[in-house]
């Protein structure tokens, strides 16, 4: 007679760590949450955007955003608009993606210096999370874009996904030799796009107020808003997350 075997680790089970990683991710994704949803009072946003207003980053990172912000406005115009907004999130999910497979180079590189493989670790899992985010942004907006008939083929997917291309690139190795100012230019360029959502918020708070939005993304990502001011609320506050975590990821892990 064969006599099966079980191992403490029933196939129907999920390992221990794999378990772990995923209460880590939806821990991170409701810490998150809950502090965008804090920050839609003007204190509270003010309070937690005060210590980092000011920052001042390198010389590096100040040209990489001027090469990025520049020619958009000038493509785009310097008034934030859906067209804008959407090329805007195109791009802003790029440096979390090159963070990612550059940290998974150095991983390789490095392995058997085990803080420096937790640092790096520990930056993967907030990308991912924020690449997820910013995914929420695009399909989102995109949305919005089409329905209300102002897609652009050109200036809406192909100059975009050629900014990615060359960003991409660039953060990569940007990442590798230099990680302070690869973070720097993600405080830049978030803060741009906080900016940018800002104004629009503050031009057209009214006219917002009475557009509904309903998306089946934004619910399965596990956000709820009534009407187009409370989502650009909401990705304002995003943003304005993602900026103050570029500079607390130099303070915690760079310098």
């Known amino acids: 007679m064969c006599t099966l075997l079980f191992l403490p680790h029933s196939f129907n089970a999920p390992p ?7 209460a880590y991710m939806t821990d991170d994704l409701h810490t998150h949450e809950t502090l965008m949803r804090e920050l839609m009072s003007d204190e509270r946003r003010t309070e937690y ?3 980092y207003d000011h920052y001042h980053p390198g010389i590096i990172a100040r040209i990489a955003a001027w090469l990025l912000v520049v020619p958009g406005s000038l493509i785009y ?3 934030p608009s859906y067209r804008k907004f959407k090329a805007i999130e195109i791009i802003a999910r790029i440096p979390y993606q090159s963070w990612e497979a550059a940290s998974y180079t150095l991983l390789t590189l490095f ?3 085990e803080q420096r493989a937790l640092a790096l670790a520990k930056t993967t899992r907030w990308s991912r999370m924020a690449q997820d985010n910013e995914t929420m942004h695009v399909v989102v907006v995109s949305h919005l874009v089409h329905k209300l008939g102002r897609e652009s083929f050109v200036r809406g997917i192909v100059i975009p996904v050629l900014f990615s291309l060359a960003y991409f690139a660039a953060v990569y190795v940007l990442y590798l030799i230099h990680r302070r100012s690869a973070l720097e230019l993600n405080y830049l360029f978030e803060n741009h796009a906080y900016a940018q959502y800002q104004e629009f918020l503050d031009r057209y708070g009214m006219v917002l107020k009475g557009r509904p939005v309903v998306s089946e993304f934004l619910s399965w990502y596990g ?3 009534k009407n ?3 989502l650009f609320e909401s990705l304002r506050n995003d943003e304005l997350i993602h900026r103050n975590r570029s500079i607390r990821e130099i303070e915690a892990r760079c310098c």
């Open 16 to 22: 221990v760590g794999l378990v772990q990683y995923e």
């Open 49 to 51: 955007a005060t210590p």
């Open 77 to 79: 115009g310097k008034k």
């Open 111 to 113: 392995h058997g210096d």
């Open 223 to 225: 956000r709820e808003v």
């Open 228 to 230: 187009e001011y409370e």
